[in-house]
């Protein structure tokens, strides 16, 4: 009996403050967005925070950058799979406790984040993050998409995109201070004291909500889908992986674009067979949910790509602290905390199509101007670039959500706000895989060709190795027949260098491309006006 005091009086304390939070006031609504808000923030601020911690984390466990993505990749890749089945979840067991187990998840994924002894045991964490992110991300727009009437939920969404934008301020932010100042674990220990709150406010506020319709459980969709996508993104990463010694010619790596086409070809027939699918794929006859979950697609492979490459340019080309490559990211999120919420407000009154174009291509030309860094590259012109981002992603998101669960029925928004996050975190994953192959690719080439182009019997070559072998024994204590070979050596590090950054300029060129292929399905999108279909 001792033991059980206090849980009841816990019980009786969440009763009490429940009850204050009546479902037919005008404020719950406002409440539960504030609630909601918490786990959108955990959930986007560990899918930036890790950025700036991947080169200290890197050496902590002497790997490179192909077994390093899979931090990143793991995380998305649990909750695209989470995704859809948190739909399924919440219509069967209640959105309020699916909601409070994802913040449950989330919070032990980040503890057991912060205690990894080595990176399998960090990735195997970040799954555990991941699935409970895939259950706080489509709930909660579920939740707000549910309780907020059409003429008011634009503008909930643009207030909801808040915690997204602050996540991608101030994440970067704080884990470059904690990476810098203390250690890389803090980065996920940060999110605990944050679950906590989190899962208090969940229990106090929200009311518990089931859908009448039961749907039963797709076994085999969700293992086909299970499969298809971290089968496909493994053979995507490793095909030019250090350890891959056969390339894409590589018996596994043939095994698993074999399986992922097996698994995605299941998956199709099934969901499209049986009577109760784990993702309706029904959802895809409305025009605009298809049209719009193509454009976030896209958008997904730029602009989670491209946010894995900064901080890696920042930190190993320009000497950037930890802390200094976060703090480029503040403006961002200010921009577009500031700007989404007045998007959704003038979208009503306007043609959605027009800012979500408009921050298509000035996100785009953000990708193309990053795809001129170089040695020389001036902190103010990097500065630029995010202030584009920023604007632009405050821009896009909103009307493109908006414009995407117009006609959906109410019962069946919580599987399209599911497959909206579901497209938009494969992009994303696809990204960071497509990218990150892509960026050793292109190391390789650019090492190659700047290897052929020096000519070690010219003039100007033995000048400089004369110069700096000079330099070395004056100031480095070198002698004379040492010193050549290191100025040899200080050359060809240049030159590995240098072929880093125009690597990295080609991955960001090629972000700008998907980037503005995106906005070309923005024109076919319906919009309406005065109550008339455009």
Known sequence: MFRIKPLHGFRNFIRAQNATFDTRSPSYRWWLLANVMIGTFMAVLDATIVNVG????????GVGIDKIEWVLTAYMLALAVMLPTSGWMADRFGYKRVYFLGLFLFTLGSFLCGYSSSEDMLIFSRVIQGLGAGALMPVGMAIITREFPPEQRTLALGFWSIASAASVSFGPLIGGYLVDNFSWPLIFDVNVPIGIAGMLATAIIQKEYRSERKRSFDPVGFISVSLFLPVLLYALTEGNAAANS?????????????????SLALFLVTELTIDEPLIDLSLFKGFNFAVSNLVIFIFGIGMFGS????????????????????SVFLPVGIIQGIIAPATGIFSKRMDARIPILVGAILLSLSFYLNSMLSYMTEHSFIMVTLYLRGLAMGLMFSPLTALAT????????GQASGLINVLRQIGGSFGVALLSTLLTTRVIFHS??????????SPAFKGVVTNLGNFLVHTAGSTLSGAAQQGKMLIMSHLS???????????????AVFTLVSAIPVFFLRVKKNNKEL
């Open 406 to 413: 117009i006609g959906i029925p109410r019962e069946k928004m």
């Open 307 to 326: 946010t894995f490459l900064l901080p890696l340019y920042l930190q190993n080309s320009l000497g950037y602290t930890a802390i200094q490559a976060g």
């Open 448 to 457: 190659q060709v700047y290897g052929e182009s020096l000519d070690q019997n």
């Open 246 to 262: 056969g390339g894409w010619n590589s018996p596994v790596i043939l095994i698993c674009f074999g399986i992922s086409a097996i």
């Open 54 to 61: 991947l080169p200290k984390i890197m050496a902590s466990f």
């Open 497 to 511: 260098r240098q072929a880093f950054v125009q690597a990295i300029s080609d991955d960001f060129l090629i972000a």
